[in-house]
């Protein structure tokens, strides 16, 4: 039985954390500046998450692969550096079935396999796969504080 842990992991604003599961993966980057991400929902409002410098941006994957990789890579860049919105599909859209990446960003993101890709404004809640599932993630000063049954991890630049 795994034993849940808890750790700090020190990132820059420069580096991305992978936490990797056996079935997906998860990749965090710091927000780096102040700034807003706006987030469409299916009511057809828009939200805004007001992010610190200390903040974390979160993409998770499905799949656990060197393509994920490039992609979470790709989708945090347009996240961060070009201001991408986040689009929240409605409930039982069938393209929340299809979607290879979701995210995440703020002060605090919980991990979930019992959620619905997609279908979430709430920005501290994240689908993941089911071994990263039931993690949380906490942006710090200097990093992140990971509590979960995380087996293995790597930071990298950006």
Known sequence: MPVRQ????RIT?????????ESGELGILKAGEKKQIFIGTPDKEEIVAFLEPEDIIAVSAFENSEKAE???????????????????????????????????????INLSC??????????DILCACDDLSDTQITA?????EVEGTVKKFKVEKF
């Open 114 to 123: 019992n959620i619905v890709p997609g279908t979430h404004p709430e920005q």
């Open 70 to 108: 490039k992609g979470i890579r790709s989708m945090l860049y347009l996240l961060r550096e070009m201001n991408f919105p986040i689009t929240v599909l409605p409930e039982n859209h069938p393209t929340s079935r299809r979607l290879p990446m979701v995210v995440a960003a703020g002060d605090r």
């Open 13 to 21: 604003g420069d580096e991305i954390l992978f936490l990797i599961g």
């Open 6 to 9: 808890r750790r700090s992991i």
């Open 140 to 144: 710090s000063k200097d990093g992140v």
